[in-house]
DNA sequence: AGGACTGCTGCATTTTTTGCATCGCAGCTG
DNA sequence: CAGCTGCGATGCAAAAAATGCAGCAGTCCT
């Protein structure tokens, strides 16, 4: 889009912080960059940049209208792809932040049914804890959000909720192994690997352990829960995943036993996407499908 | 806006029906305005526009085009007036879409008041009944809309809600003119004089008459609530108003009473904006005057 | 059949944008 | 304090893009 260049233009100098870095990415040069940056002050009405001896920061009104950047970029993506799919073609992007637990085996399952059926749809997944996951929403770097217990705010608009039991995950060898509900109690006197505190399972941990008057300490404590899941299985320690992150066929040498609801209380996972903001066709697909697999 | 200047003439082209006729408005030649189109199509990735042997009409593509472009150019308005803002200065444009019982007293008392501390801030004010209002909305023609029983629909986001009480209204002589309240049965012994059937007023009394088994037959029914005044006010005939549509002090010859709230269910004056859309600051403050205004 | 529309296009002209070289300014460094 | 570096701004000539003019082919209506 030619006429939206300006737009990039500004982008690129807010980012490099300078015309000159800018104009090498913009493939123009600083001159030429920086008068089409002025006639642009000049018709918008306002200065958007400071300028400062060391470069260009953008001032409160360059930040409105970064904004307004973004908004606008994001709805001409939507357009496109509906007039992609007026004509029956699904092409497009879907940019999802996401929680870890859905990265083994759930999303990779639906990414795949869903492009099994839209080869033409690509698709970007980000982890995100549940602040960073809203930040992405709200900075229209991220279409989807599918979360954890997001820390609830007015930006959020939920389109599917489920509950998710937190999971007790052991060898199978484990004295614990063979239960069919554990107590979180029970789980204190063995050894706990646990998620780093940024992950909605651990904030939902520490509440229980909290109102039974105790204080969880874990021999080990991990953002990735590719070792959690390795050290709870071949450790005599536990680790705790919810439900959606866990794959029981596939690791037939693990038990993977639920905590009480009555402990741990709370635990859903959000689907989500910016409120009042209309999603590209393809993404707004995308949701569907997940929808309808978390709800069976 | 020179790098939005392909939206207007795309909007030019499409009102017109034909690129000679917008040529006209664009002050450009047809053939310069027909290769801009033409780019435009190129770089968009399809045509917007369908040929037809007597001009040039929106294809589905180009509906929804037309749509981003409204948008977009409402949410830079917006932005502008942010900015305007930050400078403390307030300027802007508030377009309303408004019943016509809001026109004789309460709108002009409420842009007077706000244009007193505000006198940049400039004013559009459209009658609509409440379907059109809700359409103006969508079109992104008006900002704001301000109507009595608006017909709920799924873009119109609600920002107050007052009840509003019918009056019956008469000469001062009438033999009613001293009730304190009135039931409409009473009323169908007089002339009646009624507003026409789109408007919210008269929805409401048919409604009611239809549950007493009656029907309206009045006298006299015109889309002016100023003939209609001035009938009740030197006739014998009764007419019909909502409450902020009338100014006791300015017409001690007439009486006012309110219609049972038994008999007239219902009866709220909605003001409301797009859902989803962020209205500019002049916009969004004269709402929170009115909202207030209104609530009192 | 002819007139009045339509959108489209080749070519010369005008307007706009760009690149280059250079200026003045501010901060850092030794 | 001098010297260096990186910054944005600007005058001027060259390059690129947009425009206007004139004319084409097609459709519709009388």
Redesign the pocket.
């Known amino acids: 889009m030619?006429?939206l260049?300006i737009y990039d233009m500004i982008e690129a100098?807010h980012r490099?912080?300078?015309?000159?870095?800018?104009?090498e990415v913009t493939?123009?040069?600083?001159?030429?960059?920086?008068?089409?940056?002025?006639?642009f002050e000049d018709e918008f009405g306002s200065e958007i940049?400071e300028?400062?001896?060391?470069?260009?920061r953008l001032n409160p009104a360059g930040e409105l209208l970064l904004h307004h950047i973004r908004l606008q970029r994001q709805d001409l993506a939507r357009v496109h792809s509906q007039v992609a799919d007026l004509s029956g073609i699904r092409r497009g992007h879907v940019r999802i932040a996401c929680s870890q637990a859905l990265l083994p085996y759930f999303l990779p399952r639906e990414i795949s049914k869903y492009r099994a059926e839209f080869p033409d749809v690509t698709f970007t997944v980000n982890v995100r804890d549940r602040i960073q996951a809203e930040r992405d929403l709200v900075n229209f770097e991220s279409d989807l959000a599918l979360v954890f217990e997001p820390a609830h705010m007015v930006d959020f608009e939920v389109l599917h909720a489920v509950r998710q039991p937190v999971m007790a995950m052991m060898s199978a060898a484990h004295p614990l192994a063979g239960r069919r509900s554990l107590r979180l109690r029970e789980c204190l006197e063995y050894d706990l690997v646990l998620p780093a505190s940024q992950f909605g399972v651990r904030v939902l941990l520490e509440q229980t352990a909290a109102r039974l008057g105790q204080k969880l300490e874990p021999v080990l404590e991990t953002d990735s829960f590719e070792m959690l899941q390795q050290l709870a299985a071949h450790g005599r320690g536990i680790g705790f995943q919810i439900l959606v992150g866990l794959d029981p066929l596939a690791r037939p040498d693990m038990a993977f036993v639920p905590i009480s609801e009555r402990d741990v209380t709370g635990g859903e996972l959000f689907l989500g996407h910016l409120k009042g903001r209309a999603l590209p066709v393809a993404a707004l697909k995308f949701a569907n499908q997940v929808a309808t697999a978390l709800a069976s």
């Open positions: 030619r006429h260049l100098v490099s912080g300078s015309i000159r870095k800018a104009a493939h123009i040069t600083a001159s030429a960059l920086n008068r089409r940056i002025q006639a940049f300028r400062l001896p060391r470069g260009m």
